[in-house]
Antibody, heavy 121, light 107 residues
Framework: QLQLQESGPGLVKPSQTLSLTCTVS??????????WSWIRQPAGKGLEWIGR???????NYNPSLESRLTISIDTSKSQFSLRLSSLTAADTAVYFC?????????????WGQGTLVSVSS | DIQMTQSPSSLSASVGDRVTITCRAS??????VSWYQQKPGRAPKVLIY???TLQSGVPSRFSGGLAGTDFTLTISSLQPEDFATYYC?????????FGGGTKVEIK
């Protein structure tokens, strides 16, 4: 079955850039019917969609983060990545990667287990 | 952005109770809503998509509905493993957005 696993630093300093990678296993990252997303959740709070990338490299970003965000994909490694710059304490959260289903009405399944990122000096 | 307003934000219920959670969209979004269950320290898990389609493997006590712009998630008979936080999510337009969550606690 398809599995996703996030990796990256647990602690990043303010103003620096966060880089996270999601590795897809148990299935193909190349798909016409799915896309790959990042979602985050501050401790004790709700879920915020960060952005998504399709296998062809097309992206959509949350406007609230777009100026600081880059999502990329490497199909040869079955990985997709997030880069978020100019970090502040407000970016402290658990970051999840997830597969989305293409089209309106699409849903996220499966999800990675999540990785906690703390922004602190 | 489409706002998804969930209610209640929390509720207390007993095993065997029927529970309904509501999510109101700030504009019409057809049936493009999914529902997720999240337990502490775990990733969310999809229960329902397209407003009322049960994800494979999800127990039939979970159901989804729509009345106007109000989406509902109903648990017909609450089980011990159902105590969790539930989120709705719209996929009608970018940015994709989630409701604020409903925590279902044991009475």
């Amino acid at each position: 079955q398809l599995q996703l696993q996030e990796s990256g630093p647990g602690l990043v300093k303010p103003s620096q850039t966060l880089s996270l990678t999601c590795t897809v296993s148990g299935g193909s990252i190349s798909s016409d019917t799915h896309y790959w997303s990042w979602i985050r959740q501050p401790a004790g709070k709700g879920l915020e969609w960060i952005g998504r990338i399709f296998t062809n490299g097309n992206t959509n970003y949350n406007p609230s983060l777009e100026s600081r965000l880059t999502i990329s994909i490497d199909t040869s490694k079955s990985q997709f990545s997030l880069r978020l710059s100019s970090l502040t304490a407000a970016d402290t959260a658990v970051y999840f990667c997830a597969r989305g289903t293409v089209g309106r009405g699409g849903w996220f399944d499966p999800w990675g287990q999540g990785t906690l990122v703390s922004v602190s000096s | 952005d489409i706002q998804m307003t969930q209610s209640p934000s929390s509720l207390s219920a007993s095993v065997g109770d029927r529970v309904t959670i509501t999510c109101r969209a700030s504009q019409r979004i057809s049936t493009y809503v999914s529902w997720y269950q999240q337990k502490p320290g775990r990733a969310p898990k999809v229960l329902i998509y397209s407003a009322s389609t049960l994800q494979s493997g999800v127990p039939s006590r979970f159901s989804g509905g729509l009345a106007g712009t109000d989406f509902t998630l109903t648990i017909s008979s609450l089980q011990p493993e159902d105590f969790a936080t539930y989120y709705c999510q719209q996929s009608y337009i970018i940015p994709l957005t989630f409701g604020g969550g409903t925590k279902v606690e044991i009475k």
